[in-house]
């Protein structure tokens, strides 16, 4: 994953949890999980084919899935 290599770059210590680790952490916390999806990024540039395999993906296709179809997790808790 892309986020995994933030870590090496910046000073403040990073948390990597799955969608389940974070629904668990928001109920921990005593909130409900009112929903969960993936934000599609729409905004990060993608290099036409002939730029790749680029440092962090073999082909283009990898890096449309990453960024068009994954995004960002959104995770939203509500309290009861």
Do not use: K
Not at 7 to 19: A, G, K, P
Not at 30 to 41: M, W
Not at 64 to 75: A, C, E, K, M, V
């Amino acid at each position: 994953e892309t986020t995994h290599a933030w870590q090496e770059n910046i000073s403040v210590d990073m948390t990597l949890w799955s969608r389940e680790e974070y629904r668990e952490a928001f109920r921990e916390a005593g909130l409900y999980v009112a929903e969960q999806d993936a934000i599609p990024d729409r905004e990060t540039e993608i290099p036409d084919a002939s730029a790749f395999p680029t440092e962090g993906y073999e082909t283009r296709e990898a890096m449309i899935d990453r960024y068009r179809t994954w995004g960002t997790l959104l995770t939203v808790g509500v309290a009861p």
